[in-house]
T-cell receptor, first 114, second 115 residues
């Protein structure tokens, strides 16, 4: 699975958009980009995932560059409850030598400030 | 639905003691896994299972055993607890294991201290 690079921490003002970057320059053609977050003392929570098209759901948007070497998770209107560690994970589905496990890195600590 | 339920929430052990961390899910998920989380280390995969009767090792399996006799339950056993196993343990499950639509659902964690 491709490695990812994320900033260690970021701040965002409440009500503004939070844009969390992730570099995955060694991503392979069949590898997906997943985002999870972990609010303090809780288990991680799935946010969104994509292959090459931009994706949007009720929680966030995922923008993947055309060369797929990087992506950005966008929280359109950040609230204090969005303060968490955000993990960007790249992996291939099973059948590509991958048995469905996720490798979590260090993530980005997002602090949403009033 | 309760989702993924882990028990206990907190546990203190002495070195050498054994115990079992319980994990149960009511979503009929085939895939289940155990992670540990240590400060500055992120989450690391211990063991996982793609279905009843099937288990495999993750990144850090030493000192832990698992079994999967039912779809619902995936207990993690510490055979002889060591201080290095002090950590927060998370259980996770998912449907469509290994497909592009796989989404992990995590429990609330077990905080384990080994003295």
């Amino acid at each position: 699975d491709a490695k990812t690079t994320q900033p260690t921490s970021m701040d965002c003002a409440e009500g503004r958009a939070a844009n969390l970057p992730c570099n995955h320059s060694t991503i392979s053609g069949n590898e997906y980009v997943y985002w999870y977050r972990q609010i303090h003392s809780q288990g991680p929570q799935y946010i969104i995932h994509g292959l090459k098209n931009n994706e949007t759901n009720e929680m966030a948007s995922l923008i993947i560059t055309e060369d797929r070497k990087s992506s950005t998770l966008i929280l359109p209107h950040a609230t204090l409850r969005d303060t968490a560690v955000y993990y960007c994970i790249v992996r291939a589905p099973a059948g590509s030598g991958n048995t469905g496990k996720l490798i979590f890195g260090q993530g980005t600590t997002l602090q949403v400030k009033p | 639905n309760a989702g993924v339920t882990q028990t206990p929430k907190f546990q203190v052990l002495k070195t050498g003691q054994s115990m079992t961390l319980q994990c149960a899910q009511d979503m009929n998920h085939e895939y289940m896994s155990w992670y540990r989380q240590d400060p500055g280390m992120g989450l690391r995969l211990i063991h996982y299972s793609v279905g009843a009767g099937i288990t495999d090792q993750g990144e850090v399996p030493n000192g832990y055993n698992v079994s999967r006799s039912t779809t619902e339950d995936f207990p993690l056993r510490l055979l002889s607890a060591a201080p290095s196993q002090t950590s927060v343990y998370f259980c996770a499950s998912s449907y469509e294991s290994g497909t592009a639509n796989e989404k992990l659902f995590f429990g609330s964690g077990t905080q384990l201290s080994v003295l």
